[in-house]
């Protein structure tokens, strides 16, 4: 199976602060990566799909990229709604996996 | 817009069965594949089950495979998981997701029912 080890399990951070979130594949994925974002009690969403390519109406300032096995998810500039939790998922081969999450929460 | 609302879950004993249902509404339900995702308790996110559009080809968990079946009925919009042998470890709550024309990641979620396995 492919392990996707990401980091940091936690983060603080300030409204208009940017943000990055680090994920690592155990093995190449050919950046068959997803980025989603979870609030309590609410289903997950897609923000970013093959590693960097926005979803429909995600606000531009997130971003995914990617170099060999890791990948980033960046936030430009924090807003009040981005505190969440977020989650990246290899769709390279089954079993898919899931990172263990960000939650970033305010400083 | 892509709809799903998923149902069936409750409190069941370890040992016992169930099964969850998904009612796709809003797109082409015979032309996407579709997932089932689990979410235990102040917990992440853990892919369960994958079947294909044409409900030919499946994908389970290793945590799963054996006690857990991905189904769909095309001509009723419906995915389901029939899940049997349940464990105290299967409690979480259920996600259907549709997958984003056979990529083979999810791009619409429904709000995830809650299944509890306790004595």
């Known amino acids: 199976d492919i392990q996707m080890t990401q980091s940091p399990s936690t983060l603080s951070a300030s409204i208009g602060d940017r943000v990055t979130i680090t994920c690592r594949a155990s093995q190449n994925i050919n950046k068959w990566l997803t980025w989603y974002q979870q609030k309590p009690g609410k289903a997950p969403r897609l923000l970013i799909y093959r590693a960097s390519s926005l979803e429909t109406w995600i606000p531009s300032r997130f971003s995914g990229s990617a170099s060999g096995t890791e990948f980033t998810l960046t936030i430009s500039s924090l807003q009040p709604d981005d505190y969440a939790t977020y989650y990246c998922q290899q769709y390279h081969s089954y079993p898919y996996t899931f990172g263990q999450g960000t939650n970033i929460d305010i400083k | 817009q892509v709809h799903l609302v998923e149902s069936g879950g409750g409190v069941v004993q370890p040992g016992k069965s169930l099964r969850l249902s998904c009612a796709a509404s809003?797109?082409?339900?015979?032309?996407?594949?579709m997932h089932w995702v689990r979410q235990a308790p102040g917990k992440g996110l853990e892919w369960v089950a994958s079947v294909s559009y044409d409900g030919k080809n499946e994908n389970y968990a290793e945590s799963v495979k054996g006690r857990f079946t991905i189904s769909r009925d095309n001509s009723n919009n419906t995915l389901y998981l029939q899940m049997s042998s349940l464990r105290t470890e299967d409690t979480a709550v259920f996600y259907c997701?549709?997958?984003?024309?056979?990529?083979?990641?999810?791009?619409?979620w429904g709000q995830g029912t809650l299944l509890i396995v306790s004595s």
């Open positions: 997701g549709r997958d984003a024309g056979d990529q083979g990641y999810v791009d619409n």
């Open positions: 809003g797109f082409t339900f015979r032309g996407f594949a």
